[in-house]
């Protein structure tokens, strides 16, 4: 699962700009999945990816402060130079990012709000209201499920299967449909 000579990023399986709220996630996912107890004829295996996924995580999280500070430390002496830029994530992108991490983890409620709260900051995040159609599909709610795909596919086209889930749920208005009863006579 993990290789020696991944970097930390790597090892967690985040992308390097992850905010620590996911990386901690994603550690916490590995862990679960490595722990020697649900490895019991991999003991040593698991042990071994455990202190390796701890490893990273301590050394993400404690970097991931350390790193934004350093260069304005270093250019200024020890005190924050005044055109230093700072590695902001925007709010929309920190609401995507907790709330993917809720997906993943079956947290739908809070994913949805998420996606909702981060579509409210970002409307064109063609990867949200995908989502969201996910989720929505999920839980059997057809027409969300379809207005949702075709949000993502309008605010980009051609993402990833979008046209086609909105096309396969979109409700059929030509169809023709059987009567059970049959016609009663008019009254006279």
Not at 29 to 38: G, N, R, S, W
Not at 103 to 108: D, E, F, M, T
Not at 154 to 163: C, E, H, L, N
């Amino acid at each position: 699962m993990i290789v020696q000579g991944l970097t930390h990023h790597e090892r967690l399986q985040v992308d390097s700009n992850a905010c620590v709220e996911v990386i901690r996630a994603a550690a916490r996912a590995l862990l679960k999945q490595c722990h020697p107890d649900k490895n019991p004829d991999r003991q040593e295996w698991a042990e071994e990816q455990t202190r390796m996924i701890s490893e990273s995580l301590q050394a993400l999280t404690a970097t991931e402060a350390q790193a934004a500070l350093q260069p304005a430390a270093d250019a200024s002496g020890g005190v924050f130079a005044e055109d230093f830029e700072w590695p902001l994530v925007s709010r929309a992108d920190r609401l995507f990012q907790q709330a993917y991490v809720n997906h993943l983890h079956g947290r739908y409620r809070e994913a949805i709000a998420g996606y909702e709260q981060c579509l409210i900051g970002a409307p064109r995040n063609a990867a949200a209201h995908y989502n969201l159609g996910c989720i929505y599909e999920a839980q059997g709610h057809r027409r969300k499920a379809q207005r949702a795909y075709h949000a993502a596919n309008v605010v980009t086209p051609g993402y990833r299967d979008a046209s086609r889930r909105s096309a396969d749920l979109a409700p059929d208005h030509f169809t023709v449909r059987e009567v059970s009863a049959g016609l009663a006579a008019a009254p006279a």
